[in-house]
Every structure is written in C-alpha cells, then in structure tokens.
C-alpha cells in the first residue's frame, strides 16, 4: 500500500499494515479489560516490585508473548514453504529474509532465555533456602531490561524494518554496505540492552547461590537446578561479554564508518569467530537450566534421589568448561584449514561425552522408582529420547568432512530444533507445570495438560524429522522457495503440518491457565511431593519466606524428613534477607534505554545526549535513594 | 494430592511406536540413496557420504540402546495401583555402571574420530596463499557476487551460472566473492566451501562421472539468496576439450 | 547486630562487583584481541607512525599515581580521618581528570594529524579500546563527585566507606587496564 507523507511516498506492505491495525484493536480492549477487572492496581504492584517470584513470573508472561510472536513468525514460515514455488503473502524475499531473522533471535534471546531466568528467578531462592535474590533492585532492572531490548527489537518490525541478516548477521551482509536499513540496528540494540540485563542477573545469581545458601546446605548437596544455574550463570558471564563487544563493534561499523567486519580492509570471519564463541556456549547456556529441571522433575515423580549426583554436578560443569572449545564447528567450511577443523571437530565429539552420562544417570534414576506419568514427567520423558536423537545429529555434525554437506542445510535446522525444543522448550513446559503452584499457588490442570504435551511432541517430530531429509535432499536453510523437482514437496509438506499441530497444542495450555484460574482452589504447600526446600513454604511462595529457617544436612534433605514423619530443623540464622523495595527506577531506566537506542537507530542526536545522561543520572539518582531505604532498614532492625 | 492414572504407559509406548513407524516410512527412502547428499559422484563427496553414514551407523547403536532403556524403565517401574504407596530403595550411583558407560561412549567416539580426522586432514579446503599449487590439474576461477556465479576457465573464456567440467580430471576451483560471503555447493561433487571477500580459497575435487547437477548458494546473502543457483555440467573430456574452445 | 548484618550485605556487594570486573575484563579482552587482530606495523599508517610517547609516558605517570594517592584515602578509611579521606579523593580526582585531558588531547592531536577513526582498522581498534577506557576513567570521575556529596551529607560512616571501597576496586581495576593498554597497545611499537 503506498502513503503520502508531506508529498512524499511511503510504501507499507499489506503484513504491516495489518499488524497495526491487529494491535489498534487489541491495545484498547486490553486495557479496557484491565480496567474493568480492577487490575491497575496489580500492574502498578509489579512494576515496582523487587519480589523474585513477581519479576520471574513477568519474565515468564513475556517469554510467552514472545513465544507466541516467535511461533507466528514460524507458521509464517512454514506456510510459505508448504508447496513448492510457492507465493504467500507478502513472505518471499526480503519478507522472508526478516521472518527467519526475527523467529530465529525472538526465540533464543526473548523467548528461551528469559523463560528459564524466570524459572531461575522463582525456584532457585526458594530451593537454596535464601529469602530473595542477592540484589533485588538488580534483578528489577535486568527484567526491565530484558523487556526494553525485546520491545526495541519487536518495535523493528511495525516501523516495517525488521532485521534482515539472520540470527546470526554475519558480516559483510549484516553491514551498511548491504543491509542499509535500520533493521539490523534494531537487532543491535534490542540484543545489546537485554543482553547486558542477562549479565547482571548472571551476577546476582552467583552471589546468591553462594552466599545465601539455607545453612548446612554445602555446594555439595545443593539441587540440580540450582547448580545449573550456577554453572549456566558462569557461561553467561564469558560468553555475553563477547557478544556484548562483538555488536558495539558491528554498531560502529554500521554507524560511524569503521570497517572491522568489511570484506577488504576488515575481516567477516571475525565476526563470525566472536559471534560464535558467544553463540556455541549461549546454546549451553539455554540448555543446562534444561537439564537442571529435568534432573528435578525425573527424580520427583520416580520417586527416587538422582542417579550419580557427583556425576551430574561434573558433567554440567565440564559441558560448560567444554562449550568454550567448540565454537569453530560452526565453521567447518569457511576454510580454516584441515588442522583447526581436525581440532575441533574433537573438541565436539568429547563434548557428547558427559552429555551421554546425564542421559544414563536420568534412565537410571527412574530405574528402580515408582515413575507416575504427572504432566511435567511426560515433559520430561518426552525430552529424552527428542534430546537424544538431536545430540546424534550433532555428533554427526561434528564430523567436519560431514558437515561439508550438511552446513547451513535443512538438516542443520532440524539438529538444532530437536536440541533446542527437546531440551529447552520442553524443559519450560515441564518446570511451569510442575512449579505453577509455588507461582500462583494453583496447579494446572492434568488432563489438559497432557493433551498439550501430545500434541506438542507428535507435531514436534513431524515437523523436524522431515527436515533431516530435506536437508540431505540439498535444500539450503533461509531460502524461500524451492522448486517442484527437487524431491523437496513431500518432507516439507509433512513439516507444514507438523508446524500447525505444534502451534494447535499451544492452545491446550491456554485453555488450561483460563480453566485453573477460573475454576481451580489454591494447592497447599508440597503437591507434587517434592524433594527439595522449595515445597516448604506456602503456595504461591510468600514476600518473606523461611520465617523459620530451615537446616539442611542432606541432598533432598526436606523428601528424608517427610520419610521419617518430622520436620526440617531450624537453624539458628542470623543471615539478614536482602534489602527488598518497591521502586519505579528500573522502569524508567528501562524507558530511557528504548529511548536511546532509538536515537541509535535513527541518529537523533539530541535525543542521544538527552537520554545518554539522563541514564547517567540514575547511578546517583540509585546512590542516593538507596541510602535511605538502607538506613532506615538499618534502624528497624536495631 | 498426587493425581496418576495408570493407562499412561501405554501412550508412552504408543508414542514409541509412532516415532519408529515415522522412521520406518522414512527408511526406504533413505536406503534408496536418491537423497543427492548421499549420492556422491566424485571422491571427494563420496568420502563425506562414507562419514555421513559411518557415523550414523555408529550412533544409531546409541540411539537403540538409549530407546531400549528407555522403553524398558518406563515400562517396567510404572505406578500401578500395587506400588503406589512403596518408597523405592534409593541408589546413589553405581560407580561400575557409570565407568562403563563413560569409556564406552569414548571408544565409539574414537572409532567415529579416526576416519574423521583422516579425511578432514586430506580434503579441508584452505586460503589460496597456503595451499600449493598443483600445475597438472584444471584451474577454474569461480567469482560469486549478489546473486550470480561466473566461472573463468584456463584460456580465458567465462560462462554464467553454468560451470562445465570435464570427467576423471582433477579440478582446482579457486574461489573468490565480491560483496558478501557466499557458499558453493554441488552436493554430488563436493561439500560446501564458503566464498569469502577478499579471500581467496582453494577446493579440489574430481568427478566420476558424466552428469547435470544442480548447485546453490548455500550461505545466506541477501534477498535473492534464493536463486543463487548454478547448473553443473560433468562432460566427457573431448567434449570438455571441444567446448572450452568454441 | 545491625553491624554484623550490614557487613553481610557489604560482603554480597563487594562480591557482586569482583564478578562485574570479570565482566568488564572479558570485554576488554575482546577489544584487546581485536586489536591485535588488526593491528600490524603493515598497515598505513602504521602504529609506529601515529603513536607519540610523550603522551603515553605522562598519562601513564598520572594514571598510576591516582592509584597511589588513592591509598591515602583508603588510609583514611580505616583510620577513620575524614581529612586524609577528602585529600587522598581530591588529588586522585584531579589526577583522573588530568588523565581524561591528556587522553583528549592525545585523540585531537592524531585526528589533526588525519588519523581519525575511520582512516583503517588499526586506528579504528585503537580508538575504541583506549576510548572505552577513557571512558571508565571518566564514568570514574563523577563517581568520585558523588563520593564527595556523599561524604558531606550525613550518611553513617560505616555505610560510606562501603561505598568507597567499592570504588576504590573499580579505580584499580582501570588502572590496570590502563597497564595493560601500554604494555600491548603502545609498547610494541613505542619502546
Ligand atoms: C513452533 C515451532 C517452530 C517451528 C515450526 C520452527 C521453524 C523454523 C524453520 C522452518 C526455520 C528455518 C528457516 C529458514 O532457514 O528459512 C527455523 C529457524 C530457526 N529456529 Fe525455529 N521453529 C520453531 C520453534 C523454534 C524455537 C522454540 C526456537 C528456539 C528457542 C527456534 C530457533 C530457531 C533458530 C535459532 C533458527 C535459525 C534462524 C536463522 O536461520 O537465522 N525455533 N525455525
Ligand atoms: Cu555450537
Ligand atoms: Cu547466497
């Protein structure tokens, strides 16, 4: 559709035009129906809370927004490669090129990370035994970031310039050279703050997993999903610091004329190396959390304690330790020569290793149990034999000589689904069912539950297990047509199907949350019965929980208690909880950073000197206020 | 409480039979070798073809015996009516067990790497300035730009989106982009080689046998990425010899 | 009691700012790695060409002495001496902002010279590394600002040397950064 503006035209194709005209709709009758329940109150809370149950369950809310935004963009996709030649809508070309650039970093950094930073923001304080997050303002100002960087981003695609270069942006495409418009400094910013807001809740979980442990809970005997966290949050602190300098150098290049990723003077394969020694720790980074739940959810509901603890803790580290060694594998066939492909191809296969074991200690801790099929268990029993099969395919990825055929194939896509879906994706699914009462204190319903679960998992493989073939049948990733010869119409019509029957079971789980929290009574404390410290407080988890603090002097420490009839023992703590508050500043801090990446993005210059100090201002503006709280915390405890 | 119904083994084994019968339909098709990755008509893909399923057959065993254990647990340690109130014995580790499954799993790792290493030593592809030259093969530059192929043989003479080549020759393609990074991919007659600015890279390879195959840009590049593709002529020599001259 | 427990608080504190560092070490270190990547006496102009040493010697001269004369003041933290505390921060702070103008001065000099940001990829890594670092020197300097303000309001002591040492660990780190820059950035092509 083409637009006068002050005489001159504006093209604005029909998909944009109608999102517009989607949200004008939309935007009114939500708040007209917060309103009219009487909401405004709430949203007021949540803003300015510093509760880690309040700001997990809003990273949660907005993973799932964004999942929905991200699954769009994939039915999109999969609708446009339905039939051969195919001309769908708008989606050919460059429309194609923004839907897989937009699905692929939607769902890795708005949708998989902040889902688990919010599992890590409810569970792990409750599961350790520590009354908050070290830092609560700390953990509202990443949230609030988090939200700032996914809306700048998802604002790219309603200025109908979304990012066009892939998830990945490799330069030179993803220069001003080539990609001139302001879609991939969208992508910049919105990684760059969310990214930042991921390293601070990285910190704080370092410090309070280590310093605010339930006494007598030793590292030694400390949950699995914690020491993911832990170990994940030591990933994040390597591996976003990378990619943090990796963009301002491709913002420079883009902005202020400098070459480091430009084809002749500069170097595109640099790029490539940052990105990836980002990016292959970063998909550890969405997957150990993963496996933390897992580890969870399998022992809860077999009854038993993990199979080889002191095995699962190393693996995860050493999977961690290891992931930093491997990022050239996604480069096999850029030409580094036969010894950097020798080496890590190696690197890569020793890495299956003590991924392997957890694979054998998880099927062994259900041998022996009593396993009930609870919805979050057939999550996780879904995640095995998926997650296998996709570490297969990566074992034989790793494979250089292999990869020659397979790199940036169908088959590449399929691997990393079935990674990805299979551990990260279905590893959130399982830890919201099971943790959804320590949330809102309700239980999700069962039966719907596993109505969603198999669908979801029937539409998953058919959908991605064409995909292998399609992949060897030469159908390259990130094209958007294929031609009705090439013996490509049958795999990827089966995925199209697959995708929709994915995308239907969605619908199980909102018809759930409407039924539970239309119908449900509150659960009491311990439903599931649970193992760890986390099943000990109220349901949702109270502001202040461990009135009463717990002494913890064994791995499942609360499950041996409830064996023997008794309660925990309380421990003499004289530990203070960490300073909660209410605060409006993460939001405005938030508020200036879109701002300013705004003025970024369309070189406002007034704008950037207006926002770049009033972001300045907050550190004093912090400084200063956070004395008095802290004073006055100070005198009512004397 | 605790809300469990049995009859959910079965589904998880419906499940389980699902996923084979889904693999099973796929098989034939695999077996049947029309997939072009595995169809290989040179050397050099036939060397990956051999990886690719060399280690599918490594992992396959894997695979099966994961799913063997899997299906067997599930089955076997169900909540039924009868031991829904037991507490298993808990088991912390088995130290035998956990060794075992350790080296095992090295050791099919270090089957899988020793043909691995061999062939990535022999065929990975290297920057112009380090790889030597070979005087007695065929030298073709190949120069990728937004979103087209040339190719520029020995004596001068260009084709477009077309690359002829003759049978049992050994073939020195040398790579080179203008603009952005592009990858060269003929899945019958080598893997993919990415084509860098201001680079150039070195991919050799012979092929076996006369035929047309399809290659395509395989790195993303832009918005015609798409259509970034080549026909490949594999001719007899004197025909090879014939046409470069006309 | 209350002692106990806001050391405890300081403790979580001083922890999460060491981790920081690590942070702020790793983007360094990239920028440290892309300079060398595309630095080399190659390049038109070369290092050699550009750099100036007497630039380098005194910035370094007062860099290294603000964190001398920042002891002061940490002496006068634990002897609990407000004035050797404004002293050691005053002198410090000027030596901070003297370093800030010499950087300045430095940058202006090479641009003059027509050595800008853009001319290659040399210059290009050179400007962002040591101007992020001017930067943190910088940041550095009003934070000493909000020190003072915060010393005169009347904030318990205990809490303001808190907030001073935390400090006191960002100003080394940048100091050492700054080391590190002389010994990889300048000394290759300067000594
Ligand atoms: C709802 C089900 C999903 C479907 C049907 C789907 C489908 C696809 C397809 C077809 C592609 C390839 C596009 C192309 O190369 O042209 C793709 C790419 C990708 N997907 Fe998904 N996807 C789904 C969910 C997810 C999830 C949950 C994640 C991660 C959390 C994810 C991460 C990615 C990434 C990183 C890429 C690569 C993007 C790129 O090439 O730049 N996807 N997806
Ligand atoms: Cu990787
Ligand atoms: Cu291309």
Do not use: Q, R
């Given at each position: 559709m083409i637009f006068d503006f002050w005489g001159s035209h504006v093209t604005v194709p029909s998909d944009i035009i109608s999102a517009w005209i989607l949200t004008i709709i939309l935007a009114p009758i939500v708040l007209f129906w917060i309103s009219k329940k009487k909401k405004w109150p709430l949203v007021r809370e949540y803003m300015i809370t510093t509760n880690h149950r309040k700001i997990g369950t809003m990273y949660i809310l907005f993973g799932v927004l964004f999942f929905i935004r991200g699954g769009i963009d994939a039915l999109l996709i999969r609708t446009q490669l339905a039939v051969p030649e195919n001309d769908f809508w708008v989606f050919q070309n460059d429309k194609y090129n923004e839907l897989f650039s937009t699905h692929g970093t939607v769902m890795i950094f708005f949708v998989a990370m902040p889902l688990l930073i919010g599992l890590m923001n409810v569970v792990v304080p409750l599961q350790i035994g520590a009354r908050d997050l070290a830092f609560p303002y700390l953990n509202a100002v990443s949230f609030w970031m988090f939200l700032a960087g996914a809306l700048v981003f998802n604002l790219s695609f309603f200025m109908n310039s979304a990012p066009n270069a892939g998830w990945t942006a490799y330069a030179p495409l993803s220069t001003d050279t080539y990609t001139p418009s302001a879609g991939n400094d969208y992508y910049i910013f919105g990684i760059q703050i969310s990214g930042l807001g991921t390293i601070f809740t990285a910190i704080n979980m370092i410090v309070t997993i280590f310093r605010h442990r339930a006494p007598g809970m030793k590292l030694t005997i400390m949950p699995l999903f914690s020491w993911s966290t832990l170990i994940t949050s030591f990933l994040i602190l390597v591996a976003f610091p990378v990619l943090s300098i990796a963009l301002f150098l491709l913002m420079f290049d883009r902005m202020f004329g400098t070459g480091f990723f430009h084809g002749g003077v500069g170097s595109p394969i640099y790029w490539q190396h940052l990105f990836w020694i980002f990016g292959h720790p970063e998909v550890y980074i969405i997957a150990l959390p993963a496996f933390g739940i897992f580890s969870e959810v399998i022992s809860t509901f077999s009854r038993k304690r993990i199979f080889g603890y002191p095995a699962m803790v190393l693996s995860l580290a050493l999977i961690g330790f290891m992931g930093f060694m491997v990022w050239s594998h996604h480069m096999f066939t850029v030409g580094l020569g036969p010894l950097a492909n020798t080496f890590f191809a190696i690197t890569t296969m020793l890495i299956a290793v003590p991924t392997g074991i957890k694979i054998f200690n998880w099927l062994f801790t259900m041998k022996g149990g009593v396993i009930s099929f609870t919805t979050p268990m057939l999550f996780a029993l879904g995640f095995i034999p998926t997650f296998v099969m996709g570490g297969v395919t990566g074992v034989m990825l790793s494979a250089a000589p292999a990869d020659f055929q397979f790199h940036d194939t169908y088959f590449v896509v399929a691997h990393l689904h079935y990674v990805i879906i299979g551990a990260t994706i279905l590893g959130v699914f399982a830890g919201i069912y099971y943790w959804y009462p320590k949330m809102t204190g309700k239980q999700l319903n069962e039966k719907l539950g596993k109505w969603h679960f198999w669908i979801f998992i029937i539409g998953f493989h058919m959908t991605f297990l064409p995909m292998h073939f399609a992949g060897l049948q030469g159908m390259p990733r990130r094209v958007y047509t294929y031609q009705?010869?090439?013996?490509?119409f049958e795999f990827n019509l089966i995925s199209t199907i697959g995708a929709f029957l994915m995308g239907s079971s969605m619908l199980f789980l909102a018809l759930n949350l409407y039924k539970t929290h239309k119908h449900s009574p509150n659960v009491g404390n311990d439903p599931w019965d649970g193992r760890t410290l986390e099943w000990t407080v109220s349901s949702p988890s109270p502001e202040q929980p461990f009135k009463k603090m717990p002494y913890v002097s064994e791995l499942d420490a609360y499950w041996y208690a409830k064996l023997e009839n008794e309660d925990l023992s309380e421990a003499n703590d004289t530990r203070p909880a960490p300073v909660s508050i209410k605060t409006i500043q993460p939001v405005i801090l938030s508020g200036l950073l879109f701002a300013m990446s705004i003025s970024f993005i369309y070189q406002w210059v007034w704008l950037m000197i207006i926002t770049g100090l009033a972001v300045l201002s907050i550190f004093p503006i912090r400084s200063l206020t956070s004395r008095n709280e802290y004073v006055e915390k100070r005198v009512k405890h004397e | 409480m605790l809300d469990v119904r049995i009859e959910k083994l079965e589904k998880a084994v419906c499940f389980m039979k699902k996923l084979v019968s889904l693999l099973l339909i796929f098989l034939p098709l695999l077996s049947g070798c029309q997939l072009r990755a595995l169809n290989p008509n040179s050397e050099r893909a036939s060397d990956q073809t051999f990886l690719i399923w060399f280690s599918f057959g490594l992992m396959m065993i894997v695979l099966s015996v994961v799913f063997f254990l899997f299906v067997r647990f599930v089955s076997k340690y169900k909540q039924t009516e009868m031991n829904k109130n037991d507490i298993p014995r808990d088991v912390k580790g088995n130290k035998k067990l956990e060794i075992t499954w350790t080296t095992l799993s090295m050791l099919l790792l270090v089957i899988l790497a020793v043909p691995t290493v061999a062939i990535t030593m022999e065929s990975s592809p290297e920057l112009a300035e380090t790889s030597l030259e070979n005087t007695s093969a065929l030298h073709i530059n190949v120069t990728a730009r937004q979103y087209s192929w040339s190719f520029q043989y020995q004596n001068g003479k260009t084709s477009e989106n077309q690359l002829i080549l003759p049978k049992d020759k050994e073939i020195v393609l040398h790579l080179k982009s203008d603009d952005v990074i592009h990858s060269f991919w003929v899945p019958e007659l080598s893997g993919k080689q990415d084509v860098l600015p201001g680079k150039e890279i070195i991919l050799e390879f012979k092929a076996d046998q006369v035929g047309t195959f399809l290659g395509k840009c395989a790195e993303f590049c832009g918005v015609n990425h798409t259509n970034m593709t080549f026909e490949t002529k594999v001719i007899t020599q004197n025909k090879y010899a014939e046409w470069v001259l006309e | 009691m209350s002692n106990e427990k806001s050391s405890e608080h300081y403790n979580d504190k001083r922890l999460g700012f060491f981790i920081y560092l690590i942070v702020e070490s790793v983007m360094f270190a990239t920028l440290f790695a892309t300079y060398f990547v595309f630095t080399s006496e190659q390049s038109t102009p070369s290092p050699t060409d550009v750099f100036e040493a007497k630039s380098v010697i005194i910035s370094s001269f007062v860099l290294v002495l603000s964190s001398a004369t920042l002891l002061i003041s940490e002496k006068g933290l634990s002897n609990k001496s407000p004035r050797l505390i404004v002293l050691g921060l005053v002198i410090t702070f000027l030596l901070g902002l003297g370093f800030v103008g010499i950087e300045i001065r430095e940058f202006f000099t090479y641009i003059n010279e027509g050595?800008?940001?853009?001319?290659n990829v040399f210059l290009s890594s050179f400007y962002v590394l040591v101007g992020l670092h001017a930067a943190h020197v910088l940041f550095g300097t009003i934070w000493m600002i909000l020190l003072f303000y915060q010393l005169m309001a009347n904030i318990p002591f205990s809490l303001y040397v808190e907030k001073q040492r935390i400090f006191h660990y960002y100003w080394h780190f940048v100091d050492l950064i700054w080391v590190c820059i002389v010994i990889f950035v300048y000394k290759p092509y300067l000594f």
């Open positions: 009705l010869g090439e013996g490509l | - | 050595y800008t940001l853009t001319t």
